[in-house]
């Protein structure tokens, strides 16, 4: 083994001893799904963002736009609330719009919107792994809810295209999300990614419904070392630089800041399953988010990843949304419950506000889990009767 082996193997000892003092006294993710059939917050998100065609619309933004996120955390929402008339309407806005036609040849573009003429198009082609990757497990676990198999052919395939358009093999990294097909490799050697991007149970959940391909293993347990090493203070970065025979390194570009982006790093960390081999190291190493979140009484809305210093504000209620489940992981409820009940007292949250709030109280209320394999739970299936 190497020095640079050996070292990171003793920091992971570190934490993996001080994980599981967390992980004895934290609850159980898999055991708490209750059955609920309404979902109230998921109303309103639809009534306030999601056009009768299928469209989720960021109307805090100037040409009205929508990203292939939205579109993401949408069709997941909807299956979560088996509200099956919305995923068709969602999906099939979708593979029109965003993936010209057919999700199983193309990644969908990542913008759309009003461009300079006041024409509604796609204003950019590229493409997003982070919504890729939530469509694609939206599609899989769709299919097995549903007993739909073309949900179940669409995802896997466009799951495909995320590992073949979408991941490069790193020297010394091994198989690594990259944040899209095109802009993320500056330099020969030099790769640009977001932490936030890739979060293990999807990677897993994904993998489980398709084990011919080995290549999910290895993007997981790849996940994992850059959520790790990008996070020297305990705090996720948006954004990191990796570079062959030399690591992590901050990204200049962006501050090396710790913000919007970020914030979801923590939310998928405290929605593992109890028992996924990840989740003690990743509590322990975000362990200072949550004492931030303690002496502060809100997460912070930007923070200095190499130095941890914080910006001058909060985090808007979101923020608050997104650390439930970390917090709950943690065996901090009191904690968390300040944090649901100030996400709960937001009103009119806009876009990126609301999608937090759906994911981190919707868990909190028992709405779905993931498994250990990152299959998904939800309690909508156990009262059965599709919307």
């Known amino acids: 083994m190497t020095v640079s082996g050996l ?4 920091v992971l000892a570190v934490f993996g001893a001080l994980a599981n003092a967390v992980s004895a ?10 059955c609920a059939s309404a979902w109230p917050r998921w109303d309103v998100f639809k009534r306030d963002f999601i056009s009768k065609e299928g469209r989720v619309i960021d109307a805090g933004s100037a040409d009205a736009r929508t990203v292939s996120e939205g579109q993401s955390y949408a069709l997941f929402f909807a299956l979560v609330a088996n509200d099956r008339a919305s995923f068709d309407t969602i999906l099939r806005w ?21 461009d300079d003429a006041g024409q509604f198009r796609v204003l950019d082609s590229n493409a997003a792994s982070d919504a890729d990757l939530w469509i694609a497990y939206a599609l899989i ?7 739909e198999r073309s949900y179940t052919a669409r995802g896997a395939s466009l799951a495909k295209r995320v590992l073949d358009e ?8 091994g198989l690594t999300l990259l944040p899209g097909p095109v802009g993320f490799h500056p330099a020969a050697d030099t790769w640009r990614v977001n932490p936030s991007y890739a979060p293990t149970q999807v990677i897993r959940g994904i993998g489980a419904s398709l084990p011919d391909d080995p290549r999910w293993t290895r993007l997981a347990a790849s996940s994992v070392r850059v959520l790790i090493d990008t996070a020297p203070q305990g ?11 030399r690591g992590f390194e901050a990204d200049e570009a962006t501050h090396a800041e710790s913000a919007y982006n970020a914030i979801r790093v923590y939310l998928w960390a405290g929605m593992l399953a109890s028992n996924d081999e990840a989740r003690a190291l990743l509590l322990s190493r975000f362990a200072p988010f949550a004492a931030y979140v303690d002496a502060h009484g809100a997460p912070p809305e930007r923070i200095d990843t190499r130095d941890g210093k914080s910006g001058p504000n909060d985090g808007n209620a979101g923020f608050s949304a997104a ?31 609301s999608v937090l709030t759906l994911f981190g109280l919707g868990w909190r209320e028992g709405r779905y889990r993931f498994a250990v394999d990152g299959t ?10 599709a919307k």
Not at 7 to 10: I, T
Not at 166 to 173: F, N, V
Not at 376 to 385: E, Q
Request: aromatic share 8%; net charge neutral.
């Open 7 to 10: 070292k990171r193997a003793a």
């Open 25 to 34: 006294a934290s609850p159980s993710t898999e055991s708490a799904l209750v």
């Open 94 to 114: 979708t593979e029109n719009e965003l993936a010209q036609g057919d999700l199983t040849s193309h990644l969908p573009a990542w913008l759309w919107g009003r």
């Open 141 to 147: 676990e769709a299919g097995r809810a549903w007993g």
């Open 166 to 173: 979408e991941s490069a093999t790193l020297p010394g990294l």
């Open 235 to 245: 705090f996720s970065p948006d954004w990191a630089l990796y570079r062959a025979n």
């Open 323 to 353: 650390a439930v489940p970390f917090l709950d992981a943690l065996g901090r409820p009191a904690l968390a419950d300040a944090q649901a009940a100030r996400a709960a007292a937001a009103s009119a949250p806009g876009y990126y506000t």
């Open 376 to 385: 998904l739970r939800t309690a909508a299936s156990m009262c059965g009767g």
